[in-house]
C-alpha cells in the first residue's frame, strides 16, 4: 500500500479562473496532512460553541479538530457565490471525476472528505469511507457504502475476538451522533462576522445527507437493494 492518497479538487469558475485544493492523507489511518496554522480564529477553538456530543478534553485541545481543518478551504472559497453552476474536476491517482453543478456541491464533496479525516472521534467512523471517497454521491449511493463499511467492520471486529454487530444496532447511533455534530457546526459558523453565508450551503448539504442516511438505515432503502443480493439470498 502507498503511504499517501491524494485528492485533487479543481473548480473551473470561468475560463480565467481555476481554484484548486490539494487533500493529501497519510496511511494507514489516512490522517489529513495539514500544515500548521497561525493565530487561527476564535471560531475554530474547541470551546467556541463546543459540539454538545463532544469527547475531547479541553485541557489537551485548543482547537475544534473540524474547524481548524476546515478553515483554509473555508477562507478560500468564502467570498464566492457558492449557488452558481460551475465545472469540478476531482483527480486521483486512479480516475478523474467531472461534474458541472454548482459549487456548493463541489464543497460539500470536499468538506466532507476533510471532517471525516479531521481527527474528530465522532467522526473517525467516517474514515473507512474516506479511502473510497466518492465525489458527488448521491444519497442512496452513501447510504450503501455506509452500510458496506459498516459490516465490513464488524467482520473485522469478529477476526478480533470482538463482540460484532451484524443486525446493525449501533449504526443508527454512529450517524445520529454525526448529525448532531453537522448541526452544531452549522451554529458556528452562523452569525460569524469574519464568514458569508455562502459557506452554509455546502454544510447544509451534508447535514442533509447524514439525515437521509439515518432514514435509509431504519427505513425502506435496505428493502430497495434487497433484491440486487439475489444470488447471495437464493
Known amino acids: 500500500m502507498e503511504n499517501h492518497k491524494k485528492y485533487v479538487y479543481r473548480f473551473k469558475i470561468r475560463k480565467d479562473l481555476v481554484e484548486q485544493v490539494e487533500i493529501n492523507l497519510s496511511f494507514p489511518k489516512l490522517a489529513l496532512d495539514l500544515k500548521p496554522i497561525p493565530n487561527a480564529p476564535k471560531w475554530t477553538h474547541l470551546d467556541f460553541k463546543r459540539c454538545p456530543n463532544c469527547k475531547l478534553d479541553l485541557s489537551k485541545n485548543r482547537y475544534c479538530p473540524i474547524a481548524y481543518n476546515l478553515l483554509p478551504y473555508i477562507k478560500k472559497f468564502k467570498d464566492y457565490m457558492t449557488f452558481k453552476e460551475i465545472e469540478i474536476d476531482v483527480i486521483t491517482k486512479e480516475r478523474t471525476y467531472s461534474k458541472k453543478t454548482s459549487m456548493a456541491d ?5 468538506f466532507g472528505l476533510v471532517m471525516a479525516s479531521s481527527g ?3 467522526l473517525d467512523w467516517l474514515r473507512p469511507m474516506v479511502n473510497t471517497h466518492l465525489p458527488f454521491a448521491t444519497g442512496s449511493e452513501t447510504a450503501h457504502r455506509a452500510l458496506s463499511t459498516y459490516v465490513l467492520a464488524q467482520y473485522y471486529r469478529k477476526k478480533k475476538g470482538l463482540e460484532p454487530d451484524f443486525e446493525l444496532n449501533d ?7 454525526i448529525s448532531i455534530i453537522n448541526s452544531a457546526f452549522l451554529k458556528r459558523l452562523k452569525g460569524n462576522n469574519e464568514l458569508t453565508d455562502s459557506m452554509l450551503e455546502p454544510l447544509q448539504k451534508l447535514s442533509c445527507f447524514t439525515i437521509f442516511t439515518v432514514a435509509s438505515i431504519e427505513d425502506k432503502f435496505m428493502k430497495e437493494i434487497k433484491d440486487i443480493f439475489y444470488k447471495y439470498i437464493n
Open 120 to 122: 474528530c472521534p465522532d
Open 106 to 110: 463541489g464543497l460539500s464533496s470536499l
Open 171 to 177: 449504526l443508527v447511533n454512529i450517524y445520529k451522533e
